[in-house]
């Protein structure tokens, strides 16, 4: 039973350039989550989705960041024209959802470096 | 606001001696309080969680950690601490929303265990 699956693992972007991240949920699990985590620092939510429907992106920075989870295939996390500041480890989880047991379970996360 | 604090950002013990991570909460609401520890990039793994019952709860690797609602504190405990044990660990709260929950972490604590 395949975990959470992210990829790529290591991306390195020139400021600019876009950046996409992948994410595929556990099987059975409907609801993903991405956090993103600084050197140093905690975890920050950013955006919460199910299939086809953004839940919750009160966490995403108004522009350049934008996120989906379609009926078919893995959630992406997009950045377009990335900055130096975007530069982090961004971690995907999903869970059943609704009356689940409700941890989380993670990937491995996609650390991002931007030159 | 619902959050969760954890006031050390570094824990150092010795090895074999008990090993005590501090969490307090606020939530609106019975909390839903959960105990993740990261290991060097790795993603976060799921150690322990209190929904509702017995106030001292019992996790992975022989961790285990005390819901005390008077003092809105869910402390993560461990008798006798192993190197390791040396990883970072995050504090959380589920926050319920109409159709589904977010979880919103802790600033994470490092512990530090010493041979």
């Known amino acids: 039973n395949a975990g959470v699956m992210q990829n790529p693992r290591h991306l390195v972007r020139r400021r600019g350039q876009e950046a996409r991240l992948r994410c595929s949920p556990m099987?059975?699990?409907?609801?993903v989550y991405w956090y993103r985590q600084l050197p140093e620092e905690g975890l920050k939510f950013m955006v919460y989705?199910?299939?086809?429907?953004?839940?919750?992106e009160s966490g995403m920075p108004k522009e350049r960041f934008s996120a989906e989870f379609p009926k078919e295939g893995p959630s992406i996390l997009r950045i377009q024209q990335v900055v130096r500041g975007d530069s982090a480890a961004y971690f995907c989880?999903?869970?059943?959802?609704?009356?689940?047991?409700?941890?989380?379970?993670f990937g491995e996360g996609s650390r991002l470096t931007v030159l | 606001a619902q959050s969760v604090a954890q006031p050390e950002d570094q824990v150092n013990v010795a090895e074999g001696n008990p090993l005590t991570v501090k969490c307090t909460y606020s939530?609106?609401?019975?909390?839903?309080l959960f105990w993740y520890v990261q290991y060097p990039n790795r993603g976060l793994q799921f150690l322990l969680k209190?929904?509702?019952?017995?106030?001292l709860v019992k996790g992975s690797y022989g961790f285990e950690a005390e819901f005390n609602k008077s003092q809105t504190s869910f402390h993560l405990k461990k008798p006798s601490a192993l190197v390791s044990d040396s990883a970072l660990y995050f504090c959380?709260?589920?926050?319920?929303?109409?159709?589904?929950?977010?979880?919103?972490f802790g600033a994470g604590t490092r512990l530090f265990v010493k041979a």
């Open positions: 989880a999903s869970s059943r959802g609704g009356e689940g047991t409700g941890e989380l379970f």
């Open positions: 099987k059975g699990h409907s609801h």
């Open positions: 989705l199910q299939k086809e429907n953004i839940i919750d």
């Open positions: 939530v609106s609401g019975n909390p839903y």
């Open positions: 209190y929904i509702t019952g017995d106030n």
């Open positions: 959380a709260v589920r926050v319920l929303y109409t159709g589904g929950f977010k979880t919103i």
